[in-house]
């Protein structure tokens, strides 16, 4: 079992920058990929990255390449995902996610194992 808190959201200018975290409980949250994805106001939940359990591969979602960085430190059971050059687009829930396959991306957001609460992140124009 496996639970997620994030924190770090708030508001901030476009072109500005935030650090998001997600707090882990359980011993084995080293072993799942971490994923985070986001909810706008009326939109669908959307995959944003995912980061190995080893930290070998990450993988983006086009918008926020070259934006966006996931890290995790499993020594302290928790994961990262800073952003920067932040756009108004970019305002949405931020969720964290656990989950055993390698391509979290490519799977139902009911088949994901473990979801955080989220945590607002608002960019003014």
């Known amino acids: 079992q496996v639970q997620l808190q994030e924190s770090g959201g708030g508001l901030v200018q476009a072109g500005g920058s935030l650090r998001l975290s997600c707090a882990a409980s359980?011993?084995?949250?080293?072993?799942?990929?971490l994923a985070w994805f986001r909810q706008a106001p009326g939109k669908e939940r959307e995959f944003v990255g995912s980061f190995s359990p080893g930290g070998t591969w990450t993988y983006y979602t086009d918008s926020v390449k070259g934006r966006f960085t996931i890290s995790r430190d499993n020594a302290k059971n928790t994961g990262y995902l800073q952003m920067n050059s932040l756009k108004p687009e970019d305002t949405a829930v931020y969720y964290c996610a656990a989950d055993n396959s390698r391509f979290p991306h490519t799977r139902p957001l009911s088949a994901i194992d473990y979801w955080g609460q989220g945590t607002q992140v608002t960019v003014s124009s």
């Open positions: 359980g011993r084995t949250f080293s072993s799942y990929t």
